[in-house]
């Protein structure tokens, strides 16, 4: 809980002091817990956080909210990452030639990798406040009628209830925002930097076990290789491959089954951080791991 405890302190320490210093560290530490403090949302999201289902969501919502997104939206789309592994709008790394501009698909990537993912998990919020059934038509638009993935999400996030829920926690997500603002006043900056590492942190992590991985294979994603202290810090988020095969079991499981199946690292975690800077690549060499 370190992390949790950490994120909301960034947010609030003007309470305590105002030294551009103390201020500063606090920011970088903000940023640098940001893996384990995601680490927990995603148990959460895959309810392995806590074995109570309403204890493990009340979590997940307080959580996201100082996070800087809400708990429903950020646990469908995941999920649903899950189901369209490397298909459609998942597929972020790669492009079709026939069908995408290069130039236009290239600067989505980067900025989806340089802090536009966390970006959008900030803002997405505001979508809560339409009517519902503006929030229906855009799922139809986005998602398709057809989908069996609109009914999911309809009967999921458009409820009035589940629509009342958003709606607070992202009154809470909002105000807190402003309220931390109001207390950092003329240090703003430091609050600005500290959101903006959170938020390239979580986003150049985002794709990286999934970039140059084939897309005819959805429970696909690399184990990446990390010291055994880092790979604790990131609570195993490295070995993604098995997440992807056993998306329920929780973290601390993750390592012993790595062990049993006797699986290999495929690539240096760093290394794969590196090579996702070459950017997207044509669809047609999307069969091969790169």
């Not at 201020?23 to 970088?28: F, I, K, M, Q, W």
């Not at 708990?71 to 999920?79: D, E, I, K, R, S």
């Not at 236009?104 to 340089?114: A, M, V």
């Not at 979508?127 to 059934?133: D, I, N």
């Amino acid at each position: 809980m370190m992390a949790t405890f950490s994120l909301g302190f960034f947010l609030l320490i003007p309470l305590v002091s105002n030294s551009v210093g103390l201020l500063l560290v606090v920011a970088l530490v903000n940023a640098l817990l940001t893996p384990p403090f995601w680490s927990l949302i995603h148990e959460a999201i895959h309810r392995t956080y806590y074995p109570t289902a309403q204890v493990n969501d009340n979590a997940g919502r307080i959580m996201a909210v100082l996070f800087g997104t809400i708990f429903p939206l950020v646990q469908y789309a995941h999920l649903l990452h899950h189901r369209m592994n490397r298909q459609g709008p998942d597929l972020i790394d790669a492009y079709n030639p026939e069908q995408e501009n290069f130039l236009l698909k290239s600067i989505k990537y980067y900025l989806h990798i340089f802090g536009g993912l966390y970006l959008v998990e900030l803002l997405i919020p505001i979508l809560t406040f339409l009517p519902s059934h503006t929030l229906d038509k855009l799922l139809q638009k986005n998602v398709g009628i057809s989908s069996p993935y609109y009914v999911v999400a309809k009967n999921k996030l458009l409820t009035q209830q589940s629509l009342k829920r958003m709606r607070f926690d992202a009154i809470c997500l909002y105000g807190l925002l402003i309220f931390s603002f109001i207390l950092y006043g003329s240090h703003a900056w430091i609050l600005i930097i500290g959101l903006l590492g959170r938020g390239f942190v979580i986003s150049f992590a985002d794709n990286l076990p999934h970039y140059g991985t084939p897309i005819d294979q959805p429970r696909y994603a690399y184990n990446t290789y990390l010291p055994s202290f880092l790979r604790n810090y990131w609570f195993n988020f490295n070995l993604h491959r098995i997440h992807h095969e056993n998306p329920t079991v929780p973290w601390y499981e993750l390592y012993p089954i790595f062990l049993r199946k006797q699986e290999q690292y495929d690539i240096g975690y760093f290394q794969q951080a590196i090579k996702q800077l070459r950017g997207i690549w044509p669809i047609q060499s999307s069969n091969k791991i790169n």
